[in-house]
């Protein structure tokens, strides 16, 4: 059985291959050196610095009512809101991102279950949707050769000029 490091370190490497094969290598993601932040990964178009900071769940099987499921911890309660800021989740089946969500973190926010953290302290954050139904999230819902093209989309949909600062992404440049 995986642990849940080896299931996220998964799903994040199987997200970052469909996006970059997705998008036909026109997005370029970054992987920051520690995830305290809830930022598995950047993303920008090629040749410019990374537009969105992304959280990256992976469920690996689907609940008796066929949901998948993933949760998303806040010590502080304060779950991060930012337009450059984005969840996507991923249900993977038989080794293959099978459905995908890729949501704003606004939206996520407002429609994720909200409950106690572990042990009584600060909020979780729950998200349950059909790979298949009609629900709540299906407008997030896409397959893993749309993923490059919904990020590409986000990333257009932020206003012009310098990127926007995400508290917790970190970007190193180095001169060629």
């Not at 970052?16 to 950047?42: I, N, R, W, Y």
């Not at 769940?57 to 337009?83: F, I, N």
């Not at 890729?102 to 042990?119: H, Q």
Request: glycine share 8%; with cysteine.
């Amino acid at each position: 059985m995986l642990t849940a490091t080896q299931r996220g370190t998964a799903g994040e490497e199987l997200f970052a291959a469909c996006v970059t094969l997705s998008s036909a290598g026109e997005l370029e993601l970054f992987k920051p050196l520690t995830d305290d932040d809830h930022t598995d990964v950047t993303a920008g178009r090629r040749g410019a610095v990374p537009a969105l900071a992304i959280q990256v769940k992976t469920a690996l099987s689907l609940t008796a009512q066929g949901l998948a499921v993933a949760r998303m911890s806040y010590p502080d309660s304060r779950p991060r809101e930012h337009p450059a800021y984005v969840y996507a989740v991923i249900y993977i089946a038989a080794a293959s991102i099978e459905s995908a969500w890729v949501v704003p973190s606004a939206d996520f926010n407002r429609l994720a279950y909200r409950g106690t953290g572990r042990r009584g302290k600060g909020l979780e954050l729950m998200f349950m949707a059909s790979p298949t139904r009609v629900d709540g999230w299906s407008a997030y819902r896409c397959g893993r050769l749309d993923l490059g093209t919904r990020l590409m989309e986000l990333i257009d949909s932020l206003p012009p000029g310098a990127p926007p600062a995400v508290a917790g992404a970190r970007l190193l440049l180095r001169h060629a």
